[in-house]
Structure formats: structure tokens, C-alpha cells
């Protein structure tokens, strides 16, 4: 949690690029604000366009329509607005905060080092036979010849020799999946890199538990 909310630029470009990818509340509490009426103070203040109708001014978004009953709250109104919020490209290009892949994890807002990935390595049978991590949305994949000539993420793409090598390379003694990872970084109130995720960091933010995960795995490479 920041000392102090994001305000101004830095919480205009944090809702452009978030802003179709979680909600209100979630946003609300990645970038410090404790109480979302708060929030929508502070969003309502930045000069938004509507999506809908360019020419819309901030009350078109923000203030209720007339067909919107009295008894209908400023919040349930705001939070269908919300999501026609125009995305000024323009600003997002020319600010000066450089956000890479911006994403929100343990109610924290983070971004992707670019730089450093790893590949991870968990037995088919606690993937298959898990009770206690639900993998439906880790995108694993079998490590076998097939999956490596068509995972174009990787050098042995379309590449049977390389492909081989990298299988020779990690003698496993049982069916394994595979899944390749990101390094992210919580960044600061100043929209600054701060602090790397740990290693069960990484696998909790890619769908899988770092327990689970065999000790060949890399994290860090780069």
C-alpha cells in the first residue's frame, strides 16, 4: 500500500491501461486508495473522454443520466461509466512513466522486467491429480518433442535437433509439463521499479505453485 494514492497523471495512465482488465475496486486499491469513494473523487477531477460520444464532457461520464432512477447510487452509476472511459493513446505514447505490461498482483501494482524469464518444470501427475492448486489456468504445457518444435517462444522452434538436445538436457525421469515465466517488479508510488517478486511470487502470478515445481526449473535467467 502507497503512503500516499496515486493522483493526477500517474492514476490517468494507470486507468488507461487497466482500466479493461480489472475493476474499479481492484484499481482503486493497487494504486493506495483505501475507500473507493475516494477514488472516484479523484477520477472524477481528470479530464476523461467518453468513449461512446467524443464530444461527451466529464459530466456525461461522471453525473447521472436522467433515465437513471433517484434512488440509484453515484457508485452503481460510476461503475458502468467507467468502462467508457476513451483511452488517449496519445498520452499513454508521450508520458514519461514507461509502464511495460502493467498488471495488478497481491493488490499491488507491478510490471514486467523484460529482461529476465525462466523455465519451469512441475510432474504431469500433480497437474493432472491436484487437490490442492487448481492449474485450469496455467497455460502448461507437455514437455515432449511436439510441444517444443511448435512453441514459438523458443529456440527449438521447427528445430528437431535442437529440440532433442533440450530434451537430452533435462533427464526426467517422469511425464513433466512445462511453462515459460516473466520476472515482474512491484513499482513505487513514483511509478518506479521497487522490488522483485520471489520465486513463489513468479509462479503464484503464472497459475502455479512454486511447491509443486521441480528443481530444474529456472526463474532468472537473462
Known amino acids: 500500500m502507497y503512503e500516499n494514492p496515486l493522483i493526477g497523471e500517474k492514476l490517468k495512465l494507470v486507468i488507461f491501461l487497466l482500466k479493461d482488465k480489472y475493476s474499479e475496486l481492484e484499481i482503486s486499491e493497487a494504486c493506495g486508495y483505501k475507500k473507493i469513494d475516494q477514488f472516484y473523487k479523484e477520477v472524477k477531477s481528470i479530464n476523461f473522454q ?97 510441444s517444443l518444435l511448435n512453441d514459438k517462444s523458443l529456440h527449438t522452434y521447427q528445430n528437431e535437433e535442437a529440440a532433442n538436445e533440450y530434451l537430452g538436457f533435462h533427464a526426467f525421469v517422469e511425464p513433466m509439463k512445462y511453462l515459460q515465466v516473466e520476472q515482474y517488479w512491484y513499482i513505487d508510488e513514483n511509478l518506479e521499479p521497487e522490488k522483485w517478486f520471489d520465486y513463489g511470487e513468479i509462479a503464484e502470478f503464472h497459475g502455479i505453485r512454486f511447491q509443486d515445481c521441480d528443481h530444474q526449473s529456472s526463474w532468472r535467467d537473462g
Open 50 to 146: 467518453n468513449q461512446v460520444n467524443e464530444i461527451s464532457t466529464q459530466f456525461d461520464l461522471f453525473e447521472k443520466p436522467k433515465k437513471i432512477i433517484k434512488d440509484k447510487s453515484f457508485n452503481e452509476n460510476f461503475e458502468i461509466n467507467f468502462k467508457n472511459i476513451a483511452i488517449d493513446k496519445f498520452f499513454i505514447k508521450n508520458s514519461k512513466y514507461h509502464l511495460n505490461n502493467l498488471n495488478i498482483f497481491k493488490k499491488c501494482l507491478c510490471v514486467v522486467d523484460g529482461e529476465h524469464h525462466g523455465t519451469v518444470f512441475i510432474p504431469s501427475r500433480l497437474v493432472n491429480k491436484s487437490e490442492i492448486w487448481d492449474y485450469s489456468k496455467a497455460k502448461l504445457k507437455d514437455w515432449n518433442l511436439k
